[in-house]
């Protein structure tokens, strides 16, 4: 297994407080991603890393932020946690961005906004 | 923009049935394409993958096939067993791998 760990693994949380999650990896590959996943929704992209502090949005970045000062560690904060970002977030690592871009899957954080 | 569709199911089978999953796409150029597993509790894991037309991925008898004819890459597996039971995505990756789309995702349950 691809080693990547996400913390915390659950979470429980108040509307308009921060919240950051953290993934961090042990394969020195140059891509990260932050997914939430909905019933519903499959899973949606949030925003990605290309290298350190090289990172960019992905289709619902909205109320989200990144950043990336170490290869190993990509943090995604909620800045002001709101009800709909209720959701289990997954951080996933790629090798290559090109074609053979397979992506491999931490074990999620889930998140809950009260 | 890029798009997967995929039938959402619940999919109900019994032990050793066979299986289709359908999954079709919507993309510009000549995208990539996987299907990932997500078991209960877990992250996703890669399945299989097709990078060009007519590529068959397989893997633990799955398997599938780059249809760019029909835009489609439909899992099959031809008999089941109840380890299988799980949550299926199709998921399309373009060429510069910026752009990784999932499909909604197909829940498989599988009855001894």
């Known amino acids: 297994d691809a080693g990547i760990t996400q913390s915390p693994r659950h979470k429980v949380t108040e509307t308009g407080t921060p919240v950051t999650l953290r993934c961090h990896q042990t394969e020195n590959h140059r891509y990260m991603y932050w997914y939430r996943q909905d019933p519903g929704h499959g899973l949606r992209l949030i925003h990605y890393s290309y290298g350190v502090k090289d990172t960019d949005k992905g289709e619902v970045s909205d109320g989200y932020s990144v950043s990336r000062s170490k290869t190993e560690d990509f943090l995604l904060t909620l800045e002001s946690a709101t009800s709909s970002q209720t959701s289990v977030y997954f951080c996933a690592i790629s090798d290559s961005g090109g074609p053979y871009n397979e992506q491999f899957f931490g074990p999620g954080t889930r998140l809950t906004v009260l | 923009g890029d798009s997967v569709t995929q039938m959402e199911g619940p999919v109900t089978l019994s032990e050793e049935a066979f299986l289709t999953i359908n999954c079709t796409y919507t993309?510009?150029?000549?995208?990539?394409l996987f299907w990932y597993v997500q078991y209960p509790g877990e992250g996703l894991q890669l399945l299989l993958k097709a990078t060009k037309a007519d590529d068959k991925g397989s893997n633990k008898g799955f398997e599938a096939t780059y249809r760019k004819e029909t835009t489609s890459f439909h899992l099959e597996k031809g008999s089941v067993q109840v380890s299988d039971s799980a949550v299926y995505f199709c998921?399309?990756?373009?060429?510069?791998?910026?752009?990784?789309?999932f499909g909604p995702g197909t829940r498989l349950s599988v009855l001894p």
């Open positions: 998921a399309l990756s373009d060429r510069q791998g910026q752009n990784f789309v």
């Open positions: 993309a510009t150029g000549y995208p990539s």
